[in-house]
């Protein structure tokens, strides 16, 4: 057995046997991403393509939840978003898609916003049966991103995904493998190994034959994800100046419910 271990905080880095492990360790901000965990995330991943070492890719995370979206605490918040998004998210959730090799999402608990975004853009998501998803872009009156308009529907169907963004309600891990956007759900107890069972076949499979696969799978349903990503950042942008934005924003604060004028 070989194994390589660095751990560049906020992001534990592990490479065992070809399986290379990139972990969220944010855990006490329930592993929301912020610019340093965003960037050394989308490093990883660029890095991991080219890598020969590298079989197979599972994104992870510490503590009770997957990730929680974007962290509005940190630096910019909100008012960098086309930034964040062209910078940051936008290239992450295209290494995985681009990805010449497998990646496999393990999420426990909450996944919302982005960190739906990063499940949806994997080859395989393992989930816990307390896992739940949650897109609440519509609850401060944004639109989805992080190719979420892509990825998505690819995995759910428009109606569905329709569903998900529009009513921004929490889908269980039980509905959303039903739906398709889970490809397994195990006791949370079980998690670690299912997860890492279906990492080491992958990483003992024939992964040239699993690159032209997934490079074929591109072409035919997400050919056109960079620019759904750009337009998703446009629409973001033009929303961000939206009466129902800020509405949206204040009603957060205020912890009441929002009074949405359509303007």
Not at 158 to 173: C, D, L, N, S, W
Not at 229 to 248: I, M, Q
């Amino acid at each position: 057995m070989s194994s390589t271990s660095t751990s560049t905080s906020p992001l534990a880095v592990t490479l065992v046997d070809g399986v290379l492990e990139l972990r969220l360790d944010r855990p006490d901000a329930l592993n929301a991403l912020d610019p340093g965990l965003g960037r050394a995330l989308r490093d990883a991943l660029e890095a991991a393509a080219d890598d020969p070492t590298v079989r197979v890719v599972v994104v992870s995370a510490s503590g009770r939840a997957f990730c929680s979206g974007w962290d509005l605490r940190a630096q910019g918040g909100l008012a960098e978003g086309e930034s964040i998004l062209g910078d940051i998210v936008n290239p992450a959730v295209l290494a995985l898609r681009e990805m010449p090799k497998p990646v496999v999402a393990r999420v426990q608990g909450v996944a919302a916003g982005v960190g739906v975004s990063l499940a949806a853009a994997s080859d395989f998501v393992v989930a816990g049966e307390s896992a739940s998803f949650l897109l609440a872009f519509a609850r401060v009156g944004l639109s989805g991103d992080g190719g979420i308009t892509a990825t998505l529907p690819a995995r759910v169907g428009i109606g569905r995904a329709a569903q998900m963004m529009t009513f921004a309600e929490k889908v269980p891990a039980s509905d959303a493998a039903e739906w398709g956007l889970v490809d397994r759900v195990v006791p949370d107890a079980d998690l670690d190994a299912t997860t890492t069972a279906l990492a080491e076949r992958l990483a003992g499979g024939p992964t040239r034959s699993y690159a032209a696969t997934k490079a074929l799978l591109n072409a035919s349903v997400l050919p056109a994800l960079r620019e759904q990503l750009a337009r998703e950042a446009t629409t973001w942008a033009e929303l961000r100046e939206s009466a129902d934005h800020r509405e949206g924003k204040l009603a957060f604060v205020e912890k009441r419910r929002p009074v949405f004028t359509g303007s």
